[in-house]
């Protein structure tokens, strides 16, 4: 009987056995939290969308006129002298430098493609060279396509005018000579302008000033695009 007692008597753990379990416990807890559980690593967040333009047009008398600055890349819309918005634009880039001067919008088109430059693209619509233009080699397979200049509002009979399309870094000029408008503002201008309607373009300064990056986030914030997709009025940057 004795014998059996023995047998069946809990075996003795030591202390440095206690030791070596608890310490696989503590770290197998550590890396459930920190892969999965209450204090996993948060994702960083998005930055904001950049504010790209405001427009207030009150609609009143007065002929509009634009002026476009071309170190802020920043144009400015008056009606009878009152500022009635402002926009990013992207002229031309280095080698593509979009001139000074003082001219008038001499057409207006809603759909329009350019006649000189574009991409081209492979049969499933990839983009194989961003940069093209009319008369480059295409190679077998693959298509040349037009470059879209939706809402344009000619300036000169050399092909310069304003137009919708990509602002791929506000500040920083990025077209071929023309004037790129955001695209989901450019309407707005297109539809009170007019044939006649003056442009200015100068090398000095915008009077409505570029946006900081700390006021984009402000902007956002504080109550993000209206319905037309411009900031509120409110959260416009002042306007002299």
Not at 186 to 198: A, E, I, K, N, S
Request: hydrophobic letters at 35%; charged letters at 20%.
């Amino acid at each position: 009987m004795a014998f059996f007692k023995k047998i069946i008597r809990p075996m003795f753990i030591s202390p440095l056995l206690k030791r070596a379990v608890a310490g696989l416990a503590t770290f197998a807890g550590a890396v459930l939290l920190s892969s999965c559980g209450v204090g996993a690593a948060k994702p960083a967040p998005l930055p904001p969308e950049p504010v790209l333009y405001g427009w207030h047009d009150d609609g009143g008398p007065g002929k509009v006129t634009v002026r476009i600055s071309l170190p802020d890349q920043i144009a400015e819309y008056h009606r009878g002298g009152r500022p009635i918005g402002w926009s990013y634009v992207a002229t031309g880039k280095e080698g593509h430098g979009t001139r000074a001067g003082t001219y008038r919008i001499m057409e207006k088109i809603e759909d329009k493609y350019s006649n000189k430059y574009g991409w081209i693209e492979d049969e499933f619509g990839n983009v194989v060279d961003g940069d093209a233009k009319v008369g480059d080699r295409v190679p077998k397979g693959m298509k040349y396509v037009p470059a879209p200049m939706p809402f344009w509002m000619r300036l000169t009979s050399y092909g310069i005018g304003m137009h919708g399309g990509l602002i791929p870094e506000p500040g920083k000029p990025a077209s071929h000579g023309c004037i790129r408008l955001p695209k989901d503002f450019v309407p707005l201008v297109y539809d009170v302008v007019q044939v006649g309607t003056p442009v200015t373009i100068t090398h000095a300064p915008s009077r409505h000033g570029p946006i900081s990056p700390a006021l984009q986030q402000q902007l956002v914030a504080s109550g993000g695009p209206s319905p037309l997709g411009s900031p509120a009025a409110t959260a416009t940057a002042p306007m002299p």
